[in-house]
C-alpha cells in the first residue's frame, strides 16, 4: 500500500520525523511509506489554485496517486503546525486530492500531553468539505514524553508505545482496505 507521509516539523532533529522514519522502516511489509517534502511548497494563494506552482502540482499529484496518508506532526500552539495545515489548504481546492483518502494521525511532543489539542484540530480540518478524508476512527496516536522513548538513533525503546503502535497500523491497514473496497463499489475507484 502506497502512503504519502506528511510529517509537521522541518526541524532537523524532529522527534516527529524520527517517527515517520521508525515507522517507514517498522511496517515496510505492510506499507510503503514515502515522506513528502512539505516544507518547500509556498504560502497558499488562492490566486494560483487553478494553476498552482510546479512544486505544488507534483505534490498533489503524489497525494492523489498515494492510496493513503500517514501525518506525523507536533502541536504547536495548541494546535496544528503553519506548514502543515498549509500542505492540507493546496490539496482541497479545486482537485481535492486528500478526498476518500484514509489518514492515519500520529503525533509526539516532549510535554504530557503529546498533541492532543493539535489533533482534535487536525481531525476537524480533515473533516472539512474541500478534504473530505477517511480518517481512522479512534487509534489516537499520542506520543507524549517523547525525548524518554526515543534513542540516538531514532529507534521508539519505549515497549508499550511501540505495541500500540503495530495495534494502529493493523487496525489502519484493515481500514484503508475496507475503504478502498467501498470506493470501488461507489465507482471511485480510481480517484
Ligand atoms: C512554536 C512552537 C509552539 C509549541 N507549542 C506546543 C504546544 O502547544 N504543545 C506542546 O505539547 N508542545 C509545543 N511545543 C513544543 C514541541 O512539542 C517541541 O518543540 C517538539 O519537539 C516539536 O516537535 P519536533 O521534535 O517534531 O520538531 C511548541 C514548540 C514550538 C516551536
Not at 493513503?68 to 502541536?75: D, H, K, Q, S
Amino acid at each position: 500500500m502506497k502512503i504519502a507521509a506528511l510529517v509537521g516539523s522541518k526541524r532537523e532533529d524532529s522527534y516527529n520525523h524520527r517517527i515517520a522514519l521508525f515507522m517507514q522502516e517498522r511496517y515496510r511489509d505492510q506499507l510503503d511509506i514515502d515522506i513528502k517534502d512539505i516544507a518547500s511548497l509556498p504560502h497558499f494563494d488562492q490566486d494560483d489554485e487553478e494553476n498552482p506552482p510546479e512544486v505544488v502540482q507534483q505534490f498533489k499529484k503524489e497525494i492523489r496517486e498515494a492510496d493513503g496518508i500517514l501525518i506525523v506532526t507536533p502541536e504547536y500552539n495548541h494546535s496544528v503546525p503553519g506548514m502543515l495545515k498549509n500542505a492540507l489548504d493546496w490539496c482541497s481546492r479545486v482537485d481535492k486530492v486528500m478526498t476518500g483518502k484514509p489518514v492515519l494521525i500520529a503525533g509526539a511532543s516532549p510535554g504530557f500531553l503529546g498533541t492532543v489539542r493539535c489533533q482534535v484540530h487536525l481531525r476537524q480540518i480533515l473533516a472539512a468539505p474541500g478534504m473530505a478524508a477517511k480518517v481512522l476512527p479512534g487509534n489516537e496516536v499520542f506520543i507524549g514524553a517523547v525525548h524518554q522513548k526515543m534513542d540516538d538513533e531514532g529507534s521508539i525503546t519505549d515497549t508499550g508505545t511501540v505495541e500500540f503502535l503495530d495495534m494502529v497500523v493493523g487496525n489502519y491497514v484493515n481500514f484503508a482496505e475496507l475503504e478502498r473496497k467501498k470506493e470501488e463499489l461507489a465507482g471511485n475507484g480510481n480517484r
